[in-house]
């Protein structure tokens, strides 16, 4: 499939043709472990990674892969790598660029659990996270060591509608010759496209809008295939001899498609974090939707944040599309499409009025999820961003007077009734 066509095109058709055995329309579910092998000559050629084909479902599994042709498809990738979560593909991008010793520089606007995996997990692997404000580039630039090997963010941040200026950080990740890594969830490839902002690999939890009905979780890491993973010596996984497969050099070998053929051939192989076929056939589903339900998304976001900025209840909203918001003038060249569907908004009664609030509200869901069809409320504070001390909570957006809603794409003048009836008796 060529880039050459439109994205609401890709969304359908990248990855897909009718299946050659029976001509089926739809990508059929492979819910098959193995595969036969023509012959011990074929088998050999496969397990050498001498010819590209099909296995065991642990490495590869055809509806898995069609959507992983579609996912890169839609970023403009040169390949990616299907996971059975948003986390396990955070640590599948990290897995080979990183060892014992290792750092990366991480935003201190992040996803409740992406701070705890980097700040407490990732430390039993002997790596570490330096949380940075990405908005202070210098500190970016100080915080990088020798030992640095990567820089992560997200492209329109969670839970806060902050938008990272991915165009100033990736030139500071080039100067280093480090990759950036984006997490491009909230954000979704129909409303921004990393990779034309000098990022090198983007990471999903396909369990958000890529589905987009709250029905599987899953992740996927995408690769720009543009990065020389040769220029240094800071990448010996991708640029040395791979001893599993007789010493193959993977960046020699296999080009702009080193990272993901590695993905597959040694990160699926061995940490097995796999996205089932299932799993794959529903998030397919949501995809040939996506720029649809993004445009909903993006106008209902729209039209509830204008009006709880105007209520009196309300302190503050941080819809990045709304002109009061410090990150409005990154919108239009970061996410032209829109700000996304993600905010949050503080209430003058407190804390305790938000609690109220979230147990009012009667069409908006109270759950720890997003990027839903249907409009989802959360107060990060007692939940999400619990773990985290009371400065990381302010740091992360998240503050104790805040609460975080993901706009669905219901009509926008019920779900606007519904949250006035809940701001009347909060404030009661
Ligand atoms: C949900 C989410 C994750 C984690 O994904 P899971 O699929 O829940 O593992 C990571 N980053 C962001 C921005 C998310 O919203």
Redesign the pocket.
């Known amino acids: 499939m060529t880039k050459t066509y439109g994205f609401d095109t890709l969304q359908i058709h990248a990855g897909a043709r009718p299946d050659p055995a029976t001509g089926a329309r739809q990508v059929p579910i492979y819910q098959t472990t193995a595969y036969a092998f023509r012959d011990a000559e074929h088998a050999a050629r496969l397990f050498n990674l001498q010819e590209v084909g099909f296995i065991y479902s642990r490495l590869t599994n055809p509806t898995v892969a069609a959507l992983q042709d579609r996912i890169a498809a839609l970023e403009g990738g040169a390949g990616a790598i299907c996971c059975?979560?948003?986390?396990?593909?955070?640590i599948m991008a990290l897995f080979p660029l990183m060892a014992p010793g290792c750092n990366i520089i991480a935003s201190t606007r992040?996803?409740g659990?992406?701070v705890t995996q980097f700040s407490q997990t990732i430390r039993r692997f002997g790596w570490s996270a330096r949380f940075v404000d990405l908005d202070d580039l210098a500190a970016v630039e100080a915080a990088i060591d020798e030992n640095t090997r990567a820089i992560f963010c997200?492209s329109i941040?969670?839970p806060g509608g902050y938008i990272t200026d991915l165009d100033a950080v990736s030139a500071v990740a080039d100067r280093a010759g480090l990759p950036l890594i984006v997490?491009n969830?909230?954000a979704t490839p129909y409303l921004c496209r990393p990779f034309d902002h000098g990022a090198t690999l983007v990471?999903?939890?396909?369990?958000?809008y890529l589905t987009g009905n709250g029905t599987v979780?899953?992740?996927v890491v995408v690769d720009s295939g543009r990065f020389d993973w040769s220029a240094s010596d800071k990448f010996p996984s991708l640029s040395q001899p791979e001893p599993a497969y007789h010493g193959l050099k993977f960046h020699e070998t296999f080009g702009p498609l080193a990272f993901t053929f590695h993905g597959i051939a040694v990160g699926l192989r061995d940490l097995g974090m796999t996205m089932n076929p299932q799993g794959a056939h529903y998030t397919l589903m949501g995809i040939e939707t996506l720029s649809l339900r993004m445009e909903r998304h993006v106008a209902n976001a729209r039209r509830v944040a204008e009006w709880l900025e105007k209520d009196p209840r309300v302190s503050r909203v941080t819809w990045a599309g709304l002109p009061s918001s410090p990150y409005h003038h990154r919108v239009e060249r970061i996410c032209p499409k829109g700000a996304g569907a993600?905010f949050t908004f503080g209430l003058r009664d407190g804390y305790d009025a938000c609690v109220k609030l979230v147990s009012a509200l009667e069409l908006f869901s109270h759950v720890a999820?997003?990027?839903d069809t249907r409009s989802l409320i959360i107060h990060p504070a007692s939940t999400t961003h619990r773990q985290l001390s009371p400065e990381q909570q302010q740091a992360a957006g998240a503050a104790p007077d805040m609460v975080r809603v993901s706009i669905g794409i219901e009509n926008a003048e019920d779900l606007i009734a519904d949250l006035d009836q809940a701001l009347a008796a909060a404030s009661a």
Not at 203 to 208: F, G, L, Q, R
Request: glycine share 16%.
């Open positions: 059975s979560s948003g986390h396990a593909a955070q992040l996803y659990g992406t997200e941040a969670n997490d969830t909230s990471v999903h939890s396909t369990t958000k979780t899953g992740g993600l999820n997003l990027g």
